[in-house]
């Protein structure tokens, strides 16, 4: 069974950092390409990041490019989201999803709040 | 940033008919914008319906169907069921990124 679990969401303060996870299980990781995507509170969803297998190609939406790091490590099944100067309309779940788009993680909610 | 433009709303009848479109501020809707159509319900992650225009995923159900029509993206979903009621995105491709539309409503009522 196919499995993504994102971890690494909470509060943080405007201006902070937050690292997100995503183990994934059920699949060869090492073949796949990977996507963030994000939802705020009530509102519709966000494309963040979109990285290849070999990590040799990223891609970031405007709203996020030169704050935001995505990144992977084959070996531990795992794809990160390295997220700095964090804005309070940031706060959002964030969800991690395989290329395609056929999978998805349930989310880890990111509150940036003082 | 290209921006993908959707119903905000619809109310359908069940066993009814709808149409969903999802347009771009760039032009036509081309199969070479791969439209994906999600579906997510309160508390759940989105779930793929479409992809790559009409390809329906393993776990959609044949009464829903992927077009273009009239420069745009569109889900057609015949006989609207109760469990139907959710919002759906349209996503498009542009160049490595994905613009997301903002969503529908759709009641069945």
């Known amino acids: 069974e196919v499995q993504l679990v994102e971890s690494g969401g909470g509060l943080v303060q405007p201006g902070g950092s937050l690292r997100l996870s995503c183990v994934v299980s059920?699949?060869?990781?090492?073949?796949?390409?990977m996507n963030w995507v994000r939802q705020a509170p009530g509102k519709g969803l966000e494309w963040v990041s979109y990285?290849?297998?070999?990590?040799?190609?990223?891609y970031y939406a405007d709203s996020v490019r030169g704050r935001f790091t995505i990144s992977r490590d084959n070996a531990k099944n795992s794809l990160y989201l390295q997220m700095n100067s964090l804005g309070v309309e940031e706060t959002a779940v964030y969800y991690c999803?395989?290329?395609?788009?056929?999978?998805w993680g349930q989310g880890t909610l990111v509150t940036v709040s003082s | 940033q290209a921006v993908v433009t959707q119903e905000p709303s619809l109310t359908v009848s069940p066993g009814g008919t709808f149409t969903l479109t999802c347009g771009s501020s760039?032009?036509?809707?081309?199969?070479?914008?791969?439209p994906y159509w999600f579906q997510q319900k309160p508390g759940q992650a989105p779930r793929t319906l479409i992809d790559d225009t009409s390809n329906r995923l393993s776990w959609t159900p044949a009464r829903f169907s992927g077009s273009l029509l009239g420069g745009k993206a569109a889900l057609t979903v015949s006989g609207a069921q109760p469990e139907d009621e959710a919002h759906y995105y349209c996503m498009l491709s542009y160049s490595g990124s994905w613009v997301f539309g903002g969503g529908t409503k759709v009641t069945v009522l």
């Open positions: 999803a395989r290329a395609g788009f056929d999978s």
């Open positions: 760039t032009g036509p809707v081309t199969d070479g914008h791969y």
């Open positions: 990285i290849n297998r070999k990590s040799t190609t990223v």
């Open positions: 059920g699949f060869d990781f090492s073949t796949y390409s």
